[in-house]
C-alpha cells in the first residue's frame, strides 16, 4: 500500500486549503485515516483521525476549523482546513490500518508528506 499526498502551499492566515491523500496498490480494507503534522524542530503531532464508519476525532487546536473525510471508493482521504493560523504551519502527513488482502495482517501505511505554510 503507497500513500500519495497533495495539496500544501503557501497560503495567508484565515485562508484555507485542502489536502488530499490517496492509497494504492493492493488494498483489502483501510479501517482508519489519519492526519499528523510535524513543525520545524517539533515532534509529530496527530491532527485529526476518521474510521472506515465514520468516527472523527480532532486535536483540540484544529476543532472547528479543521475537517477530516473519505471517499472510499477512491481509498482518499482529505483534510479540510479552514481558518489558517501561522500556528498550523507543518509538514503534514498521512496515515492509514490497512489490510491488502483478506488474510494479511492489519499493517500501519505513510505517506510522504505535504508543506503546509501559512504567513502572518
Known amino acids: 500500500v503507497q500513500l500519495q499526498a497533495s495539496g500544501g502551499g503557501l497560503v495567508q492566515a484565515g485562508g484555507s486549503l485542502r489536502l488530499s491523500c490517496a492509497a494504492s496498490g493492493t488494498i483489502f480494507s483501510i479501517d482508519t485515516w489519519g492526519w499528523y503534522r510535524q513543525a520545524p524542530g517539533g515532534q509529530r503531532e496527530l491532527v485529526a483521525t476518521i474510521t472506515s464508519g465514520g468516527t472523527t476525532d480532532y486535536a483540540d487546536s484544529v476543532k472547528g476549523r479543521f475537517t477530516i473525510s473519505t471517499d472510499n471508493a477512491k481509498n482518499t482521504v482529505f483534510l479540510q482546513m479552514n481558518s489558517l493560523k501561522p500556528e498550523d504551519t507543518a509538514v503534514y502527513l498521512c496515515?492509514?490500518?490497512?489490510?491488502?488482502?483478506?488474510?494479511?495482517?492489519?499493517?500501519?501505511?505513510w505517506g510522504q508528506g505535504t508543506q503546509v505554510t501559512v504567513s502572518s
Open positions: 496515515n492509514c490500518y490497512a489490510k491488502s488482502r483478506r488474510w494479511s495482517t492489519r499493517n500501519n501505511y
